[in-house]
């Protein structure tokens, strides 16, 4: 059997066609023209919309502008067209291969060739007061976000192991930086990584070597350096939203030294640390290494006499302790506590003494008193103690007579028979 190309007879009705592009099969297939119309229609439901890009190609023929517009940092670009109403406005505005430009543009599809292109309804160049405009917008929007604010600048090291260096290919600025660090600091360790400095793939370049270096744990300190040129060149570039960004959150502290004073990129506020130039970021990097020398000399030399004072002052007082009397002669100070101990014993042998007499004469006295009073004594004087029944008698009436009595006499005693009583009256 031999394959018959179909005719438009052998085509299904549009009616029959699947509704949309979901419903298609193999079986049921859409037609090439069909298909197009429906991404026609599609494209046509797009609103017009401004885009930014370069202008590539500007050719005017027979009122009509023919563009080629091209995207700022990829490769991608897309054919425009400018009607003889559009165009004709478009040539005094100095429009050439190059410029920098925003249109409002509106898809369009060329169904016979598939060919997509842009219809422009306006274009304008943007200028340089324009991109500094927005610089600046975007500054106050970033600055509200707290990119800049003092509290999260990191401090430089001291001296750092390694320095990461961003810069140009081969460029004056690298060159600078090696030169004044190595002769700051002969030791001085790079990583060096070269990008492009300037242009729309600048700042994409300058922040994935920024990554890089900062995944690097070695690498103390990050540069970021650019000589001087135009504004465009210095500032545009590294005020890339995403760079700003990006310097931001790098974990490394980042030293911005782009373009000469008066250059102030948004990298510049997002940076820990601003050099007014490449040149004098070397002073911000690394000390000096003969002025930390001779500072070593001299803390070494204060340190010295700072010691030989300690141990001059240290002798000066063990010698007056030693001259001390305890120390010059101690066994002085055993004699007289010598002499002390032996006035104390004299003193105490001597209250011993006294208090001893004293207690004798008190006991003398007290057994002359007691002495003197005692029935003994009364006795001694001839006086009699009589006794009857072992009871003291103290009148004669209490006795009869013929009673028997015991008679105590000052030497002996004996036994007596009561003749005849007598009892005195008292007063």
Known sequence: MNYQEPTAKDRPPLAALPASSQDTSEEM?????HFSGKLRAHIDRVTPTWVEGQLVEFNLRNGTAWMTLRDLEQEISFQAVAWRNVASGLAGKGLEPGSRVVALVKPSLWEKSGR???VTQRMEPVGLGDLLARIERMKQQLAAEGLFSPALKKRLPVLP??????TGRDSDAK??????????????????????????????????????????????????????GALEEVILPFSDERLVRA??????????????????????????????????????????????RENISLAR?????????????????????????????????IQVRSEDLLRLRRRALFSAQTTVDRARDWVAATRSQ???????????????????????????????????????????EFTAEVTTTTEEKTV
């Not at 490394?252 to 000469?260: C, L, Q």
């Not at 009857?388 to 015991?406: K, S």
Request: charged letters at 20%; glycine letters at 6%; aromatic letters at 2%.
């Open 161 to 166: 192991r390694s320095i990461g260096l961003i």
């Open 301 to 333: 030399t204060r340190m010295s006499q700072g010691l030989e004072r300690m141990l001059s002052g240290e002798a000066e007082w063990l010698h007056a302790v030693r001259s001390r009397p305890a120390l010059a002669q101690p066994e002085a100070m």
């Open 29 to 33: 297939p859409w037609p090439l023209s």
């Open 175 to 228: 060159k600078d930086i090696l030169r004044n660090v190595s002769a700051r600091w002969a030791a001085a360790q790079f990583e060096i990584r070269e990008v492009s400095t300037q242009g729309p793939m600048a700042p994409i370049e300058v922040a994935a070597a920024l990554e890089h270096l900062d995944a690097l744990a070695h690498v103390e300190v990050i540069v970021i350096a650019r000589g001087g």
């Open 116 to 118: 997509l292109s842009l």
């Open 370 to 412: 007691v002495a003197s009073l005692s029935p003994q004594s009364t006795l001694d004087r001839g006086y009699a103690v009589v006794q009857h029944r072992r009871r003291i008698v103290r009148h004669a009436g209490e006795l009869e007579v013929g009673a028997e009595v015991h008679v105590k006499v000052s030497s002996g």
């Open 247 to 292: 310097v931001a959150a790098a974990h490394t502290p980042v030293v911005s030294a782009i373009g000469h004073e008066a250059d102030r990129p948004l990298l510049d506020e997002v940076a820990d640390v601003r050099a007014s130039t490449p040149t004098g970021s070397a002073k911000l990097l690394v000390p000096e290494e003969a002025v930390e």
